[in-house]
Nanobody, 125 residues
Framework: QVQLVESGGGLVQAGGSLRLSCAAS????????MGWFRQAPGKEREFAAA????????DYADSVKGRFTISRENDKNTVYLQMNSLKPEDTAVYYC??????????????????WGQGTQVTVSS
């Protein structure tokens, strides 16, 4: 059974940092793209960042570009999201996602086959 488990969320003041982790189990995702999405209260889930299967390329939403960094360690089957200079508008539940076999960047939720349960990130002003 494939599982994605996020950790690292919490409450932080504006300007602070958090590092999210997503540990996958049940199969290896070393050849699959992985991404982070977020959903704020009353809003639709939106793309935040993605990384190719080999980690060689990344992509970011304009709203997080320059502040967030996605990375992965394939030997640990884990993807990370380093979030710096956090803003109150970054408050959301953050979800990790993994593609089934596609190694390339995907910005849309339909491109991912597996999802974590989400971790809450709250940024206070």
């Amino acid at each position: 059974q494939v599982q994605l488990v996020e950790s690292g969320g919490g409450l932080v003041q504006a300007g602070g940092s958090l590092r999210l982790s997503c540990a996958a189990s049940g199969r290896t995702f070393s050849n699959a793209a992985m991404g982070w999405f977020r959903q704020a209260p009353g809003k639709e889930r939106e793309f935040a960042a993605a990384i190719t299967g080999n980690g060689g390329s990344t992509d970011y939403a304009d709203s997080v570009k320059g502040r967030f960094t996605i990375s992965r360690e394939n030997d640990k089957n884990t993807v990370y999201l380093q979030m710096n200079s956090l803003k109150p508008e970054d408050t959301a539940v953050y979800y990790c996602a993994a593609a089934g076999s596609n190694p390339w960047i995907v910005r849309t939720a339909v491109g991912y086959n597996y999802w974590g349960q989400g971790t809450q990130v709250t940024v206070s002003s």
